[in-house]
């Protein structure tokens, strides 16, 4: 049976992570190490998606003040938050351990399979397309992949004991989104293993099921090991350039740049409110979230659309929200599809017209 490597790198500096991120994942390219499996924990940071701009992403005010590293990541994808309340879990294989290079089949594969580690600790986790792992509709993991030719390194976070709270002041967000009661909102959406069983598990026990789970998907087993002679000095390379100012702004762009834009209309089914975090640039919906006097059942629907929108096209927009509802059984009332895709359109349409933030009344 083919052995894979499995390594802890334990508890970080963000650039000391990221730069690990680069040198495993350089060295799997170059045939220099193993296909592996890393479990690590981050030292508080935000950690900037490649491509984006710390100004326009985070509250780098919140972030000085307390403490938060700022670091940029290798991969795209949005801003996130991280720290010890949560383990970081990640795969570094080749094309031919997988049998695919299509990235949604693969993350159905390496996300079911986490799903089933983690309902063996005791909860019922499910795959959440596009790449999150829930519990009861609410996100317990987020994960994503990156390809660097026949490599791929793919990400996931579990939630063990997470702040919910810290994370949105972390990030620059509409300003209601901080009160008492978006925050008790944002809560009711993601789950904790400490919630859920009553008492954190130990990182040893959540990292066995993990890799008992990898392994029986893979076919595979695990061997313990250490980082190589070559991990090692192209990790050296890496940090030298990673740890350092210029790297973190490698993307600088003005905050006006990227607004975050409101609209709101009243529907016969009811107030439907919209904030977008808007890429005036690329014409992109970078983030959504969906708020009003409505009803829907699932109860996880707006959760759920709100994970489709993300890092959307704004031209592929009426496509994605049509998609989306007429592939569900969605009761809303006399609330349509439609309604959601004209208060979108409301406030990113007067974005492209006027350029500033918006209200519609």
């Given at each position: ?29 170059q ?56 383990l ?47 519990v ?44 008492d ?100 640039a ?53 609330l ?15 974005n ?10």
């Amino acid at each position: 049976m083919t052995t894979w490597r499995v390594i802890d790198t334990g508890l970080r500096p963000a650039a000391q992570n990221i730069a690990l991120n680069r040198a495993l994942l350089e060295a799997r390219q170059q045939n220099a190490s193993p296909s592996s499996l890393r479990f690590l924990t981050f030292e508080p940071c935000a950690l900037l998606g490649y491509h984006q701009s710390a100004v326009q992403e985070l509250d780098l005010a919140y972030c000085q003040a307390h403490g938060i590293a700022v670091q940029r990541r290798i991969t795209g994808g949005g801003a996130i938050y991280f720290d010890e309340t949560q383990l970081g879990w990640e795969l570094y294989l080749h094309k031919r351990d997988l049998g695919s290079a299509d990235m949604t089949a693969i993350s159905r594969r390496i996300c079911e399979a986490a799903a089933r580690g983690i309902s063996s600790l005791g909860v019922d986790a499910q795959y959440r397309p596009r790449n999150d792992i829930e519990v009861t509709g609410r996100k317990i993991s987020g994960t994503g992949g990156a390809f660097d030719g026949d490599a791929l390194m793919y990400q996931g976070t579990l939630l063990i004991q997470f702040d919910v709270e810290k994370m949105l002041r972390v990030l620059r967000i509409p300003a209601e989104k901080l009160s008492d009661k978006a925050i008790a909102s944002a809560r009711e959406r993601v789950a904790n293993l400490a919630d859920l069983l009553g008492e954190a598990p130990s990182a040893a026990r959540v990292k066995a099921a993990l890799s008992e789970a990898f392994a029986e998907e893979f076919g595979i087993t695990f061997a313990a090991g250490e980082l190589t002679d070559r991990e090692q000095a192209l990790y050296a390379e890496a940090l030298a350039e990673i740890d350092h100012p210029d790297w973190v702004n490698l993307h600088v762009r003005p905050e006006a740049d990227r607004p975050t834009l409101e609209a709101a209309q009243k529907f016969p089914g009811g107030l439907l409110r919209v904030n977008v975090a808007f890429d005036r640039a690329q014409s992109r919906i970078k983030q959504v979230w969906f708020s009003g006097d409505l009803f829907l059942s699932p109860r996880r629907t707006l959760v759920d659309l709100e994970a489709v929108l993300r890092d959307t096209l704004a031209v592929n927009l009426a496509e994605t929200v049509s998609d989306f509802f007429a592939a569900r059984e969605v009761d809303m009332l006399t609330l349509s599809p439609s309604d959601f895709i004209t208060v979108l359109q409301l406030a990113i349409g007067q974005n492209q017209s006027s350029g500033t933030q918006v209200t519609a009344p």
